[in-house]
């Protein structure tokens, strides 16, 4: 994997403490969402280090080598700073998407590895204003995104669930043995951002 493995020194935006944040379980799964995890400020600076570090393109040899098909691009931070674990930073532009697979485990070493995936929408639709927050949504970054939904599936490809990105919110699901086959729809109009932990 040509992945942008870093143990950096980017200076990653503090996160301040939310109060009353409210988590969404989604049917009758290990599906969880999670509205305004971010301020639009915090958003903007982890966008910002994200970038100044700068992606590596991803893509794989598709269906027929046994690999589900991808394309995007992609950095992965291993930084004690930034929660003393693994974070990867993707982003999909226009016409990029991640078709059906499994989020595996990782291992993190003396024998300890990785159970959920945690994204977090660094950039995506119009962000859900929480009540205390006074900024503006008219800035290019809270332009809509089209596309790029975060479909989950049972077995016999039923749609148990499909995630829109929407700024600051976080997706949570099991990864390893338990995962939904799960993908990631075309972006058709502007960039995705988001961060996996």
């Known amino acids: 994997m040509d992945t942008k493995n870093l143990t950096t020194l980017t200076r990653w935006p503090l996160i301040k403490s939310k109060q009353n944040l409210q988590i969404t379980h989604l049917k009758d799964t290990d599906l969880f969402t999670v509205q305004n995890l971010f301020a639009s400020a915090e958003l903007k600076a982890f966008i910002k280090a994200a970038e100044s570090i700068?992606?590596?393109h991803q893509g794989s040899l598709g269906p027929a080598k046994s690999e589900a098909y991808r394309d995007?691009?992609?950095i992965s931070v291993n930084d004690p700073v930034l929660a003393e674990t693994i974070w990867m930073f993707y982003r999909y532009?226009?016409?990029q998407r991640f078709g059906r697979h499994i989020d595996e485990s990782v291992d993190l070493g003396e024998g300890k590895c990785t159970h959920y995936t945690l994204l977090i929408y660094?950039?995506?639709g119009f962000k859900l204003k929480a009540k205390n927050d006074s900024s503006s949504t008219k800035d290019?970054?809270?332009e809509p995104i089209v596309g790029g939904e975060t479909v989950f599936y049972r077995s016999r490809n039923e749609v148990v669930a499909e995630v829109a990105p929407t700024e600051a919110m976080a997706l949570l699901h099991i990864h390893g043995d338990k995962c939904m086959l799960h993908e990631v729809h075309n972006v058709r109009v502007l960039s995705m951002l988001f961060a996996r932990m």
């Open 54 to 56: 700068g992606f590596v």
């Open 72 to 74: 995007n691009d992609q």
């Open 93 to 95: 532009e226009v016409g």
């Open 122 to 124: 660094l950039s995506g």
């Open 140 to 142: 290019s970054s809270s």
